[in-house]
């Protein structure tokens, strides 16, 4: 059963307007959730991270936005770049933050189109 | 900072054949992970250790798969006998133990 779920495999989106990546989560117990970014033949990149305690982390153009009661998150980045081409893994934790392992999302592969 | 080194980057290997991967975390980082990363799938935890303590390895295929993690610094994972199914990415993490880990980019098994 997955416990982090990426519905959307793949993602269009034209350079400079938004890009919004969601994710769902089904363990209740999940405190603690990041986004990884994935080119190819390099390992997953950590971009933003928020705790269950919020509902919103901002850095730059990535915000990402958690709502609890309907154990879903989504990330948006503004405005989307060429650079930005990738895979998008959603990730959760229930260790509060700390040294738990990550449980991931298969992931979306957002394409930016110039 | 130097990043999480493994190697190989790539290994071909024939079913029932043995092969171990290599992993240097970030210096400092007390917590080391090692992922499998199926094609299409996201990455799942094998085995996490803190220092040189096994923490969790609940998906372990401990049949054939084993790792270790030495002096609490390098660690190896090892699969022996190699299935077809095992054909992925093996990709070690460490972390400081904030949530946040920091991936190396991995070692790319075919299992012929």
């Known amino acids: 059963d997955q416990q982090v779920k990426q519905n959307s495999p793949s993602l269009s989106v034209q350079e400079g307007r938004i890009s919004i990546l969601n994710c769902d989560y089904t363990?209740?117990?999940?405190?603690?959730f990041l986004w990884y970014k994935k080119y190819p033949a390099e390992g997953p990149t950590f971009l933003i991270s928020?705790?269950?305690?919020?509902d919103k982390n901002e850095d730059g153009r990535f915000t990402v936005f958690l709502n609890k009661s309907a154990k879903h998150l989504s990330l948006h980045i503004v405005p989307s770049q060429p650079g930005d081409s990738a895979v998008y893994f959603c990730?959760?934790?229930?260790?509060?933050?700390?040294?738990?392992?990550?449980?991931f999302g298969k992931g979306t592969h957002l394409i930016i189109q110039p | 900072e130097a990043g999480v080194a493994q190697s190989p980057r790539y290994k071909i290997i024939e079913k029932r054949q043995s092969v171990a991967f290599w992993c240097n975390p970030i210096?400092?980082?007390?917590?080391l992970y090692w992922y499998q990363q199926i094609l299409g799938q996201g990455p799942k935890l094998l085995i996490q250790?803190?220092?040189?303590?096994?923490?969790?390895d609940s998906q372990l295929p401990k049949d054939r798969f084993s790792a270790e993690r030495l002096k609490g610094v390098d660690s190896t994972l090892k699969i022996q006998p190699a299935k077809l199914e095992d054909s992925a990415v093996y990709l070690c993490?460490?972390?400081?133990?904030?949530?946040?880990?920091?991936f190396g980019s991995g070692t790319q098994l075919s299992v012929l």
């Open positions: 210096s400092g980082h007390a917590t």
């Open positions: 928020i705790s269950s305690i919020k």
């Open positions: 250790f803190q220092n040189n303590g096994v923490v969790d």
């Open positions: 993490a460490s972390s400081r133990g904030q949530g946040k880990l920091f």
């Open positions: 363990n209740s117990m999940f405190d603690y």
């Open positions: 990730a959760a934790s229930d260790g509060g933050g700390g040294a738990d392992g990550l449980t």
